[in-house]
């Protein structure tokens, strides 16, 4: 034991006297958005039980889809090095490759951005903070969609 | 000339003494002494097959009164003593030294995701409330007083029996991954306690609470990362009982 004057709980003056006591106790680290008696009770609706089916159901088309076009792309036919600008444009002259890869886009971009919702729900603590990420989740989301779709639907194979 | 009969008593004595040299590491929070939360390191002589509680307990009696910390019953039933002991939320009061290592100090901390009012106690306020919300009380479409018993068939107390298991300990809420990151989210221990009622035959308010649980911070926020599951101490299937919920839900629209 040496000398030093230590408090009740073991913690010693680092320099000079504390800034707390008794009548001026340091303040309680209060957890991120608590539940209290003034919580907003149940919102109606459905929303996020068909936002978790989703997720379930479009993995499922995922795994299938998404195996099925790293195997073509990048394995069959001399792996990765035959990929070009005919190549593409040969696999999107035939309908079934161009409902496959929208199908793709759409629902892989959809379980992505709904995976980041969660995210963005689960660890930001402030309104203005979801506010702000989710916007700029929604807009990513949605100019991927589009301009994916449209690139799809309108390809020219013939571009100069 | 007796001196080598009591040496050889005495060391008999020692070769049978059951006491062990254990540290435990406690997380002291002292308000009105520090903002800092510390640790701090106590030895103490005690038999292995003792639990944490006692322990905690020789250090309170005997070497500082200062340390704060909850129990009632201390047999596991009242649900006061949880906290995180070497990491794993538990009962102070049903786990043994002997089977936590106690050749390496034995950390407790308070539980997590609530807010630490000193040492190892916390606010369990945000973790009642929840409870409060999902209606943890019978309700029947029948307002008045029964004449006789609410009778139910053995299956169907079996249905719900696992999830009235619960002492409201909070060792699986403030275990949850989810509930730390966000107070709002019921936690594990209100969906139980919901669960508990909803498949209980008896009970005809099961509808409204599926509709308070289908809220945006209800069953839905729950991550299946099993948590809840290995901190309880009554050895509920807690993520099994979200899981069932969850089902009833979907069950229920289509």
């Avoid at chain 1, 003056?13 to 106790?25: F, K, Q, T």
């Avoid at chain 1, 309680?28 to 978790?52: A, D, H, L, Q």
Wanted: proline fraction near 5%; hydrophobic fraction near 40%; charged fraction near 25%.
């Amino acid at each position: 034991m040496s000398t030093t004057e230590t408090t009740a709980s073991g913690i010693g003056p680092v320099e000079g006297a504390s800034l707390y006591d008794v009548d001026n106790p340091a303040p309680v680290i209060e957890s991120p958005r608590k539940r209290t008696n003034k919580t907003p009770k149940s919102t109606r609706g459905n929303f996020e039980m068909y936002g978790w089916l989703f997720m379930r159901l479009s993995g499922i088309v995922l795994v299938v889809l998404v195996l099925g076009h790293l195997l073509i792309q990048l394995v069959l036919d001399g792996g990765v090095t035959k990929v070009g600008f005919a190549f593409v444009a040969g696999r999107w002259a035939s309908p079934w490759w161009q409902v496959w890869d929208l199908a793709m886009l759409w629902l892989a971009m959809l379980h992505g951005a709904n995976g980041l919702r969660t995210v963005i729900n689960d660890y930001a603590e402030q309104a203005s903070t979801r506010l702000w990420l989710k916007g700029l989740l929604y807009t990513a989301t949605v100019f991927t969609i589009l301009l994916g779709t449209l690139v799809i639907f309108t390809f020219d194979p013939n571009i100069r | 000339m007796a001196t080598p009969v009591l040496d050889k008593a005495e060391a008999e004595a020692q070769a049978a003494s059951p006491y062990i040299t254990v540290t435990f590491r406690v997380r002291r929070f002292n308000p009105e002494v520090s903002a800092e939360a510390t640790w701090e390191d106590f030895q103490l002589e005690i038999d292995p097959k003792e639990r944490v509680l006692d322990g905690l307990h020789k250090i309170k009696w005997d070497m500082d009164g200062s340390l704060t910390f909850r129990r009632s019953c201390a047999h596991g039933i009242c649900g006061s003593d949880a906290m995180r002991i070497n990491g794993k939320n538990r009962l102070a009061c049903k786990t043994l030294i002997k089977d936590i290592n106690p050749e390496k100090p034995i950390t407790i901390e308070p539980i997590k995701g609530l807010s630490v009012l000193k040492d190892l106690v916390v606010d369990m306020e945000p973790f009642f409330q929840a409870y409060r919300d999902v209606m943890p009380f019978l309700i029947t479409k029948d307002t008045n007083e029964p004449t006789r018993e609410r009778l139910q068939s053995a299956e169907d107390r079996e249905r719900f029996d696992d999830t009235t298991k619960c002492i409201l300990c909070a060792a699986c809420t403030s275990s949850c991954p989810v509930f730390w990151n966000d107070g709002q989210y019921f936690g594990p221990a209100a969906i139980v306690n919901a669960h508990r009622f909803i498949f209980d035959s008896r009970d005809d308010a099961g509808e409204q609470r599926l509709e308070i649980l289908n809220d945006k911070d209800g069953v839905w926020r729950c991550r299946t990362t099993f948590n809840c599951t290995d901190a309880c101490p009554r050895g509920i299937e807690v993520t099994k009982a979200i899981q069932e919920v969850k089902r009833a839900l979907i069950t229920r629209r289509f």
